[in-house]
């Protein structure tokens, strides 16, 4: 997996376009939790404290699990800004990986 910028940074790692595998990118679209996140990211970015999953009482460390397979999937984007977190939906690069996929998950009924 690549690194966006050296570890001593607050950049995550994210993997690069040619790096995404399918099987991850189901499995991270596959729980309702990463779902509902995934669908709120449709529109565009989200400050990640401003990200709600449908249930409020879902603790802050099980949310943190959900962004990271996210992003390690290559779903998401998750940069600073400022002293909180951008999530945006990786929509391009994963349209180009594989057409249709997104749209196809995004458009299910919910």
């Known amino acids: 997996m690549s690194i966006l910028s050296d570890t001593a940074s607050p950049?995550?790692?994210?993997?690069?376009?040619q790096e995404?595998?399918?099987?991850?990118v189901l499995f991270a679209l596959s729980?309702?939790?990463?779902?509902?996140?995934?669908?709120?990211?449709?529109?565009?970015?989200?400050?990640?404290?401003?990200?709600?999953l449908m249930d409020p009482e879902v603790a802050k460390s099980t949310k943190s699990h959900l962004f990271k397979v996210l992003r390690e999937a290559g779903v998401i984007r998750n940069i600073p800004k400022g002293r909180g977190?951008?999530?945006?939906?990786?929509?391009?690069?994963?349209?180009?990986?594989?057409?249709g996929l997104l749209e196809a998950v995004l458009s299910a009924e919910e």
């Open 11 to 17: 950049d995550l790692a994210h993997p690069q376009e």
């Open 20 to 24: 995404l595998q399918l099987t991850q």
């Open 31 to 52: 729980d309702p939790g990463r779902l509902d996140i995934v669908r709120q990211l449709r529109d565009g970015p989200v400050e990640m404290a401003n990200c709600n």
């Open 85 to 99: 977190r951008l999530l945006s939906l990786r929509r391009d690069a994963l349209d180009r990986r594989f057409p």
